[in-house]
């Protein structure tokens, strides 16, 4: 279940709803289905929004990890509360992995914020999860808005456990068909499964191995 941050912070500079409001959402729907987890309401860190709520990129990751501590404490019906890690450059998201500290569980389920303006440029999501895999190899990192120009990188979907996109339900309702149809989600996987990868290339080894008619291949 997603918290709705990125509309939420962009439109209103925070949260008008309280933690525990939020906390009443995740128990009305607790019950409808399989809710595998309702992530934290985080704090983006794209300078957009920084402009928007006038504060910097550690404060933004402070208010996210004080939004996800006040819900843990919150009565959320036993659903588990995935907490987001946030920055803008690769080195702050280390820094946020940092400043959970031990909240972040072996093996933790992992949400990775501010990504999804990335999708154009897979290298800089990649630099984003080597950082954090850098400091905590074992979490399990979920990435939300990523769409299929980012997951035809092999290293994107190597770093990634799981990602979501709303772009299935936006081009079935821009082509008049139900944006809610579950249909429209599998189609949208089965297609970025058949997705060709483009493979991550070792061009140091091929420099020294690979020449045409006598000339380096690469220089």
């Not at 008008?16 to 860190?45: H, K, S, W």
């Not at 939300?144 to 299935?168: P, Q, Y």
């Not at 290339?201 to 091929?206: E, T």
Request: charged content about 25%; aromatic content about 8%.
């Amino acid at each position: 279940m997603d918290s709705g941050a990125f509309t939420t912070v962009t439109k209103h500079g925070g949260y008008p709803e309280t933690v525990d409001e939020y906390a009443e959402i995740i128990r009305r729907f607790a019950d409808c289905g399989n809710l595998l987890a309702a992530v934290a309401q985080d704090y983006m860190c794209e300078p957009f929004v920084l402009q928007r709520t006038g504060l910097t990129v550690a404060e933004h990751q402070r208010l996210t990890v004080e939004r996800y501590d006040d819900l843990l404490d919150a009565d959320t019906a036993g659903v588990t509360i995935m907490p987001v890690l946030q920055g803008y450059e690769p080195a702050e998201y280390a820094e946020h992995v940092r400043m959970y500290g031990d909240r972040l569980t072996p093996d933790m389920w992992v949400g990775v914020g501010s990504v999804c303006k990335r999708n154009s440029n897979p290298g800089s999501v990649v630099a984003v999860l080597e950082a954090i895999h850098a400091e905590r190899s074992d979490l399990r990192l979920h990435g939300f808005g990523v769409k299929i120009t980012a997951l035809r990188n092999e290293r994107v979907r190597e770093l990634f456990h799981s990602t979501d996109s709303m772009a299935w339900s936006f081009a079935a309702r821009y082509e008049g068909r139900d944006g809610n149809d579950v249909r429209e989600a599998v189609r949208y996987a089965e297609r970025v499964d058949r997705q060709p990868v483009q493979r991550v290339l070792d061009f140091a080894a091929i420099t020294q191995t690979t020449t045409i008619e006598g000339a380096p291949w690469a220089t």
